[in-house]
């Protein structure tokens, strides 16, 4: 009797080792990455187009959402977060300090961030042609009654009313180096302090929209520029470097996941010029499906991740 005992006893014991090498085999063999996107709609987009593609190739993502960019990067410097989509721009002047010579075209911008920041072991994947820029707009009214086209025209208005045109513009892009700081003394004006308001992501877009500023800062890819037929005044001196929505990896995941670069890279070809140098036309053209996609969170009220299944399935990138 007592030996049987000693044999169930024995019996369940193995069981429960095999059982637990099971559970932790599965576990190793799980593929578990963290997506982080920062806090506008395009972002959300992004980064549910991104985790969407993965989960469809068996991964696990966990998704980190919200974030500035400050937040973003620090997440991928830390480990914390292993893939995100991020701008071209952006990297170049705010991530890794470097200062932007005027009318660099998109494609040696997109080159020289991918080089720069490999010695950050970081991996720059293709580029989305989007140049998602700051853009700086006001209805066209307003335009018209000052007769102003461009941000130069815009500049010396600011000048002659001693900066008293009311004025909305993101928190973040109000202290970043290549936000209103360095436009204001590029274009040499200043906004009088008590005419400047600043908020979250969208905020700007809502003010304009219900008359509560004269001039807004918004992006180059939100839908409410044509829904309002906003004024769009252009940059003529080239301040703002090109802004192109690009995916990248820590180097230390893709060497454990090299299929990454292939899931993502076929989301990249899925868009406008795909993974051809950037023309005009196809900047213009990737632009265009831009908008349409934030329009229908923003306008249509669409969920970022029913937008981002619609869009992949349309194009079988989903099943």
């Not at 997506?35 to 593609?53: A, D, S, W």
Request: charged residues 25%; contains cysteine; proline residues 4%.
């Amino acid at each position: 009797m007592r030996n049987r005992k000693i044999n169930i006893v024995n019996f369940v014991a193995g069981v429960l080792t095999l059982a637990l090498i099971g559970s932790i085999e599965s576990r190793a063999a799980e593929k578990i990455v963290t997506v982080g996107n920062k806090n506008f709609t395009e972002q959300y987009i992004i980064g549910q187009l991104i985790k969407q593609m993965l989960e469809g190739s068996g991964f696990k993502v966990d998704l980190r959402s919200d974030l500035t960019s400050m937040a973003l990067r620090a997440g991928m410097e830390s480990g914390d977060i292993d893939i995100c989509a991020d701008y071209t721009g952006t990297a170049w002047m705010i991530h890794l300090k470097r200062k932007y010579v005027h009318a660099i075209d998109n494609n040696r911008l997109y080159q020289l961030v991918k080089e720069e920041d490999r010695s950050n072991d970081f991996i720059w994947l293709g580029p989305i042609w989007n140049n998602n820029a700051y853009t700086v707009v006001s209805w066209p009214d307003f335009a018209k009654k000052h007769k102003l086209a461009t941000l130069s025209d815009l500049a010396g208005f600011y000048q002659k009313m001693k900066g008293n045109i009311k004025t909305f513009v993101d928190f973040e892009f109000s202290v970043r180096p290549d936000g209103l700081p360095a436009l204001e003394k590029f274009y040499e004006f200043k906004i009088a302090k008590s005419m400047l308001r600043t908020g979250t992501p969208g905020a700007s877009l809502i003010a304009l929209k219900r008359h509560k500023t004269d001039i807004a800062m918004v992006f180059s890819t939100d839908a409410s520029i044509i829904k309002y037929g906003w004024h769009v005044y252009s940059d003529d001196k080239s301040f703002f470097p090109p802004y192109d929505l690009t995916p990248y990896v820590r180097e230390d995941i893709l060497g454990k996941y090299p299929e990454i670069a292939v899931i993502l890279n076929k989301l990249v070809a899925s868009f406008p010029g795909g993974e051809s140098p950037a023309t005009n036309e196809s900047v213009a053209e990737c632009r265009k499906v831009w908008r349409k996609l934030n329009a229908e969170v923003d306008i249509e009220k669409m969920e970022p991740g029913e937008v981002a299944h619609k869009y992949l399935y349309k194009r079988k990138l989903k099943r």
